[in-house]
């Protein structure tokens, strides 16, 4: 029962590696997403498969019977998806928060966006001249203005 | 999103899911549930309204800032953890108290403190992000 | 004597629980920074004087007995980086002070730093792999929060490289958590420790270059560096300082620890592998700060390099380099740090840290010339600082046992730092300054403090070497002699 597990595994893992390995960082995240479940499943396997015996300690006992499933995996993975998920929604977050700021999320654009002196309205406009990306939606809320005033002083490229 | 059929069933659905949330909370400690899980239906439950009637209403709803309730509940948790030291053991000993009426039994424990603040860690960590996503 | 153990941990992280309420109230919360991390260090000293007095302390949480709870130990080597953690926390938290703007308090700043802080110390505590990886992802989205706390746009880019690379990092460590799980059924260190020896030899050394790629991006070691200096320029000082210091840190004490405890079984494979990366290291950080301009970019590639002399101490495998390794540890810790806060006063009051646009600071701030020549000279290992002496103890032990090459690597790096404190000593400090070049205000009290403090450290680990270096080597010793670890976490003592 664990090799066709151990080969499911190994085919996710794959395809989230090969997204990984994409320029665009949105596929990019989907690769960490698939890679995460690919590896919450072998921790599962690691813990050997049992059938039909969930490891719940009955009323009035102290252990559970024997030949449950190991709940120590479990557990693991449990706190790997919790771990995986705040990671995950911080990364879309990020994400979103740079396409606003930046007006891309290719890895190999990233670099010419920071030196374009031009700024890029919170709107996530692209400068004039750069390919225009897709609006996101925007739900007719107001941007939060961020601490404008701290930028010109962090950006590391600040003339003084 | 302005849809009469998701306004009416969410003013349905968010009370049962607030009193499930409670439920798995409640039962979780030998049984499937628990914090973790009770948080997320909770959060669920005010992301639905959201949608629903709006984040100003949401947020009203909720009347603390999610950021709070992320305090409130770490120092729960800290704390069911720190009640270890009166009764003399290592941090995070459950310690339990059993109280016997005539209908049921009363079963406090410091596992259920922890429990209700990790419910509370929940619900303010995944509206938080929720919120600051809808900022933008 | 259990709570000791995890009081450096606790601290911090119920202060932050407390200072997420806090939330309104930014003055209040600059203060209770202070006062905890004050109180941290208190706490972790207390844990090393117990440590010294009484041998290696462990307790398990809940009182489940050793394997099956969560086991925390503090052995010398955990409890000296907890106690320059905690020294390093307090300096960035009256840094912070003033360096901290409103908007990013306003943001949550400060609770987000103190989890950062029981994120480090947790990691150096825990006795539990599978805790190790929850310590590294609180101290991870800790750090990746603050990174790119204010959303400035280089922030942002920098903040990008950082999490999608630690990411990938976390996905390999519990891959190969997973994988030593299913081999070995325990996860427990010190349980391991043994389990891992009846194991197949192979697939241990293949679970070692796992854990070895999960640490080595934490770390920064060659080939998994180029994230550290593409992303440690961009946040504010006070956040940058206590990056630069502890953060890569957290990822060579997992490899000191991995590779003393749990991977010995083939040392000529496994640390021969560690030699190699450790010169290329070496040398490579060393190359790419000579050809940056910026101070905090020039200093950001050297943290790459001298990860590498650390990588050596524990290639080598020897008593004498193990205790080379970490007193270099701790020595560039405070001396990194402090360059990072010095950077930042050059930028306060400079207005840059640009190398073509500051100029003068020795003739117009002589003080500040004074802050920064003290860590700058330690790092390039003048005598009588403390990066001589760490320097001198990996040296020793390459001659010791022969490594001439790695020997020549490490001097060679050692003249190289020289020219870039050098190069920044001339540039921003002796040369005459660039026209229309404005000094603006002094910079204020929080923000020198520490600065001086940490630059007597270092000139105290310099001068009074010996209590230090007993102290490395009884950590040494330790490492040298995993059954000590093993015993106290397994045998009578491990129960509370």
Do not use: C
């Given at each position: 029962?664990?090799?066709?597990?151990?080969?499911?595994?190994?085919?996710?893992?794959?395809a989230?590696?090969?997204?990984?390995?994409?320029?665009?960082?949105?596929?990019?995240?989907?690769?960490?997403?698939?890679?995460?479940?690919?590896?919450?499943?072998?921790?599962?396997?690691?813990g050997?498969?049992?059938?039909?015996?969930?490891?719940?300690?009955?009323?009035?006992?102290?252990?559970?019977?024997?030949?449950?499933?190991?709940?120590l995996?479990q557990?693991?993975?449990?706190?790997?998806?919790?771990?995986?998920?705040?990671?995950?929604?911080?990364?879309?977050?990020?994400?979103?928060?740079?396409?606003?700021?930046?007006?891309?999320?290719?890895?190999?654009?990233?670099?010419?966006?920071?030196?374009?002196?031009?700024?890029?309205?919170?709107?996530?406009?692209?400068?004039?001249?750069?390919?225009?990306?897709?609006?996101?939606?925007?739900?007719?809320t107001?941007?939060?203005?961020?601490?404008?005033?701290?930028d010109?002083?962090?950006?590391?490229?600040?003339?003084? | 999103?302005?849809?009469?059929?998701?306004?009416?069933?969410?003013?349905?659905?968010?009370?049962?899911l607030?009193?499930?949330?409670?439920?798995?909370l409640?039962?979780?400690?030998?049984?499937?549930?628990g914090?973790?899980?009770?948080g997320?239906v909770?959060?669920s439950?005010?992301?639905?309204?959201?949608?629903?009637?709006?984040?100003?209403?949401?947020?009203?709803l909720?009347?603390?800032?999610?950021?709070?309730?992320?305090?409130?509940?770490?120092?729960?948790?800290?704390?069911?953890?720190?009640?270890?030291?009166?009764?003399?053991?290592?941090?995070?000993?459950g310690?339990?108290?059993?109280?016997?009426?005539?209908?049921f039994?009363?079963?406090?424990?410091?596992?259920?403190?922890?429990?209700?603040?990790?419910?509370?860690?929940?619900?303010?960590?995944?509206?938080?992000?929720?919120?600051?996503l809808?900022?933008h | 004597?259990?709570?000791?153990?995890?009081?450096?941990?606790?601290?911090?992280?119920?202060?932050?629980?407390?200072a997420?309420?806090l939330?309104?109230?930014?003055?209040?919360?600059?203060?209770w920074?202070?006062?905890?991390?004050?109180?941290?260090?208190?706490?972790?000293?207390?844990?090393?004087?117990?440590?010294?007095?009484?041998g290696?302390?462990?307790?398990?949480?809940?009182?489940?007995?050793?394997?099956?709870?969560?086991?925390?130990?503090?052995?010398?080597?955990?409890?000296?980086l907890?106690?320059?953690?905690?020294?390093?926390?307090?300096?960035?938290?009256?840094?912070?002070?003033?360096?901290?703007?409103?908007?990013r308090?306003?943001?949550?700043?400060?609770?987000?730093?103190?989890?950062?802080?029981?994120?480090?110390?947790?990691?150096?505590?825990?006795?539990d792999?599978?805790?190790?990886?929850?310590?590294?992802?609180?101290?991870?989205?800790?750090?990746?929060?603050?990174?790119?706390?204010?959303?400035?746009?280089?922030?942002?880019?920098?903040?990008?490289?950082?999490v999608?690379?630690?990411?990938?990092?976390?996905?390999?460590?519990?891959?190969?958590i997973?994988?030593?799980?299913?081999?070995?059924?325990?996860?427990?260190?010190?349980?391991?420790?043994?389990?891992?020896?009846?194991?197949?030899?192979?697939?241990?050394?293949?679970?070692?270059?796992?854990?070895?790629?999960?640490?080595?991006?934490?770390?920064?070691?060659?080939?998994?560096?180029?994230w550290?200096?593409?992303?440690?320029h961009?946040?504010?000082?006070?956040?940058?300082?206590?990056?630069?210091?502890?953060?890569?840190?957290v990822?060579?004490?997992?490899?000191?620890?991995?590779?003393?405890?749990?991977?010995?079984?083939?040392?000529?494979?496994?640390?021969?592998?560690?030699?190699?990366?450790?010169?290329?290291?070496?040398?490579?950080g060393v190359?790419?700060?000579?050809?940056?301009?910026?101070?905090?970019?020039?200093l950001?590639?050297?943290?790459?390099?001298?990860i590498?002399?650390?990588?050596?101490?524990?290639?080598?495998?020897?008593?004498?380099?193990?205790?080379?390794?970490l007193?270099?540890?701790?020595?560039?810790?405070?001396?990194?740090?402090?360059?990072?806060?010095?950077?930042?006063?050059?930028?306060?009051?400079?207005?840059?840290?640009?190398?073509?646009?500051v100029?003068?600071?020795?003739?117009?701030?002589?003080?500040?010339?004074?802050?920064?020549?003290?860590?700058?000279?330690?790092l390039?290992?003048f005598?009588p600082?403390?990066?001589?002496?760490?320097?001198?103890?990996?040296?020793?032990?390459?001659?010791?046992?022969?490594?001439?090459?790695?020997?020549?690597?490490?001097?060679?790096?050692?003249?190289?730092?020289?020219?870039?404190?050098?190069?920044?000593?001339?540039r921003?400090?002796?040369?005459?300054?660039?026209?229309?070049l404005?000094?603006?205000?002094?910079?204020?009290?929080?923000?020198?403090?520490?600065?001086?403090?940490?630059?007597?450290?270092?000139?105290?680990?310099?001068?009074?070497?010996?209590?230090?270096l007993?102290?490395?080597?009884?950590?040494?010793?330790?490492?040298?002699d995993?059954?000590?670890y093993?015993?106290?976490?397994l045998?009578?003592?491990?129960?509370?």
């Amino acid at each position: 029962m664990e090799a066709p597990v151990a080969l499911t595994v190994g085919i996710v893992f794959g395809a989230g590696v090969y997204l990984v390995l994409q320029r665009n960082l949105l596929r990019f995240v989907f690769g960490l997403i698939l890679i995460s479940g690919a590896v919450n499943v072998s921790i599962f396997v690691a813990g050997r498969l049992t059938r039909g015996a969930s490891p719940f300690v009955p009323e009035g006992a102290v252990a559970p019977p024997a030949g449950s499933a190991n709940a120590l995996p479990q557990a693991l993975i449990l706190t790997a998806i919790v771990i995986g998920f705040g990671l995950t929604v911080f990364a879309i977050v990020l994400l979103l928060r740079t396409y606003e700021r930046l007006g891309t999320v290719r890895t190999d654009e990233l670099p010419e966006r920071l030196d374009d002196p031009r700024p890029v309205d919170r709107n996530g406009d692209a400068p004039a001249g750069a390919p225009r990306p897709r609006p996101m939606p925007q739900g007719g809320t107001v941007p939060r203005t961020g601490p404008s005033g701290t930028d010109a002083r962090d950006d590391g490229e600040g003339a003084p | 999103m302005n849809s009469v059929i998701l306004r009416t069933a969410t003013r349905l659905l968010i009370g049962l899911l607030l009193l499930f949330s409670v439920f798995l909370l409640l039962r979780g400690h030998d049984l499937p549930g628990g914090g973790f899980i009770g948080g997320l239906v909770a959060a669920s439950a005010i992301a639905l309204y959201a949608i629903a009637e709006g984040f100003e209403r949401a947020f009203a709803l909720l009347r603390v800032r999610p950021r709070t309730l992320i305090g409130v509940g770490l120092s729960a948790a800290v704390t069911a953890g720190l009640l270890a030291a009166v009764a003399g053991d290592v941090f995070l000993t459950g310690l339990w108290w059993v109280r016997e009426f005539e209908a049921f039994t009363l079963k406090l424990s410091t596992p259920l403190l922890f429990d209700v603040g990790v419910y509370l860690v929940v619900v303010g960590v995944v509206l938080t992000m929720l919120f600051s996503l809808e900022e933008h | 004597m259990s709570w000791l153990v995890i009081a450096p941990i606790l601290l911090p992280l119920a202060a932050s629980a407390v200072a997420f309420v806090l939330h309104r109230r930014p003055a209040l919360q600059r203060g209770w920074a202070l006062a905890t991390t004050a109180a941290t260090l208190a706490a972790s000293l207390a844990l090393l004087a117990e440590v010294s007095r009484g041998g290696i302390v462990a307790t398990t949480l809940g009182g489940w007995p050793a394997p099956f709870g969560i086991t925390f130990v503090a052995d010398h080597l955990s409890a000296i980086l907890v106690v320059v953690g905690a020294v390093m926390a307090l300096a960035t938290a009256a840094y912070a002070l003033a360096d901290v703007d409103a908007g990013r308090e306003g943001l949550g700043y400060h609770p987000l730093f103190l989890v950062l802080v029981a994120g480090v110390h947790g990691a150096f505590l825990t006795g539990d792999l599978f805790n190790l990886y929850v310590w590294f992802e609180v101290l991870l989205i800790a750090s990746f929060a603050l990174l790119t706390l204010g959303s400035g746009r280089a922030q942002l880019e920098g903040g990008v490289k950082y999490v999608a690379v630690n990411l990938v990092s976390s996905l390999f460590f519990l891959a190969a958590i997973g994988l030593t799980y299913g081999l070995t059924g325990t996860l427990n260190m010190a349980d391991l420790a043994g389990a891992l020896r009846d194991a197949p030899p192979n697939l241990v050394t293949l679970l070692a270059m796992l854990f070895l790629v999960a640490f080595g991006i934490k770390a920064a070691i060659f080939p998994l560096f180029f994230w550290l200096p593409a992303s440690y320029h961009t946040p504010p000082t006070a956040v940058a300082a206590y990056f630069a210091g502890m953060l890569t840190k957290v990822g060579v004490y997992a490899l000191l620890r991995a590779f003393t405890l749990l991977f010995t079984g083939d040392v000529a494979w496994t640390h021969g592998v560690l030699a190699v990366l450790a010169g290329f290291t070496m040398v490579v950080g060393v190359l790419g700060a000579a050809a940056q301009n910026e101070m905090r970019r020039i200093l950001a590639f050297h943290i790459v390099s001298q990860i590498g002399y650390m990588i050596l101490g524990l290639a080598l495998y020897t008593p004498l380099a193990l205790a080379g390794a970490l007193f270099y540890l701790v020595h560039n810790v405070v001396a990194k740090a402090n360059l990072f806060f010095v950077a930042g006063l050059v930028r306060r009051v400079a207005g840059s840290s640009d190398l073509d646009a500051v100029g003068g600071l020795y003739r117009h701030r002589p003080w500040l010339a004074i802050g920064f020549l003290v860590p700058a000279f330690a790092l390039a290992g003048f005598p009588p600082l403390s990066g001589f002496w760490a320097k001198l103890l990996v040296v020793l032990a390459g001659l010791e046992a022969g490594a001439w090459l790695l020997v020549v690597l490490a001097l060679g790096t050692g003249l190289l730092t020289l020219y870039s404190m050098t190069k920044i000593w001339q540039r921003a400090f002796w040369a005459p300054a660039p026209e229309g070049l404005e000094l603006r205000r002094d910079a204020p009290a929080a923000m020198v403090v520490p600065v001086a403090a940490l630059a007597g450290v270092t000139i105290l680990m310099g001068v009074a070497v010996e209590p230090f270096l007993a102290l490395a080597q009884a950590a040494a010793a330790e490492m040298m002699d995993p059954a000590r670890y093993v015993a106290a976490v397994l045998g009578e003592g491990g129960t509370p």
